[in-house]
């Protein structure tokens, strides 16, 4: 069993889908959680904090966006000064479809500001933060296969998951010698409202190319989280984990019949 009692951990994104389910298995784990994002501390009885306290576990929330450099420094700076953070999940992210012609400028820039710079920004905010607190530390970054392979339509989304994928990488190695693990999990197709935009004709194609026929959940999701945050992944540094069902090791060959 895992045991996270006695850590701070913050999760950004952390009102739905796989940031909200990582938020839960953490205080499950006896995480003291801080949701950071733009909605959770307006979400009242809803709000995932919320649910973590009726739960019996600690939670709050505060406003945040990622995006913005100075009010990251801020609020990571305010909340290692209060508890200390031992524990960071990167999730905050945006998802457009549209290929590179279809793709305006606007939507470029807000794909990397959120997915990309939004990540940077979070995790040299607390990086500063457990490089003088001295007791290391774990970093999870939500990427995704669409960072790791092409995906057709996806131009802005795929080229900044593939710049959050060696940022994991570089940040890795070059903080693993002071204790601290940055790592990232790369999920396939899952069940989150950022994928209902698929008809369910597509889906449908999609999970007959998925070598165990299904979408992942965000606790599947969470479950990996969870690992890379904990003591497990001590000797794990700069890596990207796949949780996508097989589809990156290949996807099935299908025969038609005579």
Known sequence: MIDLTGKTAVVTGGSRGIGRASALRLAEAGASVIICDRSDFTAGDDACSAEIRRAGGDAE???????????????????????????????????????????????????????????????????????????????????????????????????????????????????????????????????TDLTALYSPEIRGALEGQTPNGKWATSEQIADSVLFLASPLSDHICGEILTVDGGWMVGTPVVVQSA
């Open 61 to 191: 929330s505060r406003e945040l966006d990622v995006a913005d450099s100075a009010q990251v420094d801020r609020v990571f700076g305010e909340i290692a000064a209060e508890r200390g953070i031992d524990i960071l999940v990167n999730n905050a992210g945006v998802l457009f479809a549209g290929t590179t012609t279809e793709t305006t400028d606007e939507v470029w820039r807000q794909q990397f500001a959120v997915n990309v710079d939004g990540t940077f920004f979070c995790t040299r905010a607390v990086l500063r933060a457990m490089i003088e607190a001295g007791k290391g530390g774990k970093i999870v970054n939500v990427a995704s296969i669409s960072g790791l392979r092409a995906n057709p339509g996806f131009a802005a989304y795929c080229a900044s998951k593939a710049a959050l994928v060696n940022f994991t990488r570089q940040a890795g190695i070059d903080y693993a010698s002071v204790g601290i693990n940055v790592n990232g999990v790369a999920p396939g197709f899952v069940e």
